[in-house]
């Protein structure tokens, strides 16, 4: 409707130009191929969730009828073939009109070596039989599908950028990145503090066993005064055809254990995480401290400890921070919120955290007020409404509940 009312606006030349725009997210499909059979089969097509990186905010490509942006992958070592394909093109029928360079926009973030024919593609497919996973093999698991009523294999692997043909690899890997991830950009990758890990699916072919590509995760050491490191999860992807198989939980607990086992680290942390990776942490970080005795059922109701946070760090390299959402989250889970008394006793202890940031803020204010001007006293004093406050800390408590209630949730499920 919103484009109907847009082109009735506009005069006969203005409706042909617009007759040319393609949404990017549309006309981009993406595969990891592994039998040739895939390239025609649409089920094992997916599509980005955003492309305003390489084609603006409003996601459009102008100059094109019926766009398709075919970037295709082997499943294992991710070759790539790479096609632009339109019916019609602005330049055909108008003068002194330019498409947008589609293709180069492309080019700027695939590594060179990728073919533009399907049949120098097909020619890769055969070679997949000598992909093996980069690094070392850390934790294997298996995931059980319904629909195919079979257990399938997975494995992760830490991998370090000296291994041979990892870095070649690593650039055709992290073109997902663009597609999948709202702020993602490309990183250094000749700075040796970096570590790589990543889950690869085992599975058969004419009897030979291959391995597909899954996802993975980069992570940055950074120091710590005198002699400790903080390794900060960078970026993390499961890709498309894979999400939803609790993929992310198996790496970010390999991840955490791998880690544990360093002296060296003082505890693990995540650049800007986005709101999916929180949910995921919370899930992960739960689920190993409900087996530590500072978190038993017994010792919850009585409050958050530094035997906790204690134990949480050194079993696992867990914040302080972290480790008391993992708490207000296990308490939740052997309170009874029918019980009144309980539940006023659980409200208030995590209002109180809530708001200690604000109250903390309320002490520097009037600090300041006495150096304000009476205009700029009124602004401060009408932040500090109480009302407002008390209505703004229920809402977070209520939000905060329905997050911990999908981790308990995800808990019993598991």
Not at 43 to 67: C, I, M, N, R
Not at 121 to 142: D, I
Not at 211 to 235: E, L
Request: proline residues 4%; glycine residues 4%.
């Amino acid at each position: 409707m919103q484009q109907c009312t847009e082109m009735a606006g506009m005069n006969p030349m203005e409706k042909k130009l617009a007759e040319y725009k393609c949404d990017t997210n549309e006309a981009i499909s993406l595969k990891l191929v592994r039998f040739a059979d895939d390239l025609e089969d649409e089920s094992t097509t997916f599509h980005p969730e955003y492309s305003h990186q390489l084609y603006g905010d409003d996601e459009v490509a102008f100059g094109y009828k019926g766009l398709q942006i075919q970037l295709y992958y082997s499943a294992g070592n991710l070759s790539t073939l790479f096609k632009v394909k339109y019916s019609a093109r602005v330049t055909e029928k108008f003068d002194c009109v330019e498409p947008d360079d589609v293709e180069g926009k492309i080019r700027e973030i695939i590594p060179a070596g990728f073919s533009c024919n399907t049949d120098d593609f097909t020619s890769l497919l055969e070679k997949e039989t000598n992909f093996k996973p980069f690094g070392t093999l850390l934790h294997t698991y298996n995931v059980h599908n319904v629909e195919e009523g079979e257990d399938f294999t997975y494995q992760i692997h830490k991998v370090d950028l000296s291994c041979p043909g990892f870095r070649e690899y690593h650039k055709r890997l992290q073109t997902f990145l663009m597609w999948f991830i709202e702020t993602a950009s490309f990183i250094d990758v000749d700075d040796d503090r970096w570590d790589f890990f990543l889950v690869f699916e085992k599975y058969n072919k004419d009897g030979e066993t291959l391995f597909a590509t899954v996802g993975y995760m980069t992570v940055y050491n950074y120091y710590v005064y005198p002699d400790k490191t903080r390794p900060r999860v960078s970026q993390m992807l499961i890709l498309p055809p894979f999400q939803g198989e609790g993929h992310g939980a198996q790496l970010l607990e390999a991840v955490h254990m791998f880690y544990c086992n360093l002296h060296k680290v003082q505890d693990i942390t995540a650049e800007d995480p986005s709101e999916n990776y929180v949910k995921l942490r919370d899930y992960v970080l739960v689920k190993l401290c409900q087996t530590l005795p500072s978190f038993s059922t017994d010792k919850l109701p009585l409050g958050f400890s530094d035997d906790m946070a204690t134990e949480a760090r050194e079993k696992f390299k867990i914040n302080k921070k972290h480790a008391r959402r993992v708490y207000e989250i296990l308490r939740l889970r052997v309170t009874d919120m029918s019980d009144e008394t309980k539940a006023r006793d659980y409200r208030l202890e995590v209002k109180k955290r809530l708001f200690a940031p604000t109250k903390k803020n309320q002490r520097e204010m009037t600090k300041m007020m006495k150096c304000l001007r009476p205009e700029e006293l009124a602004s401060h004093i009408s932040q500090m409404d109480t009302a407002l406050q008390q209505e703004e800390l229920e809402k977070s408590y209520q939000e905060l509940l329905a997050e911990y209630r999908r981790v308990i949730e995800r808990l019993a499920q598991a």
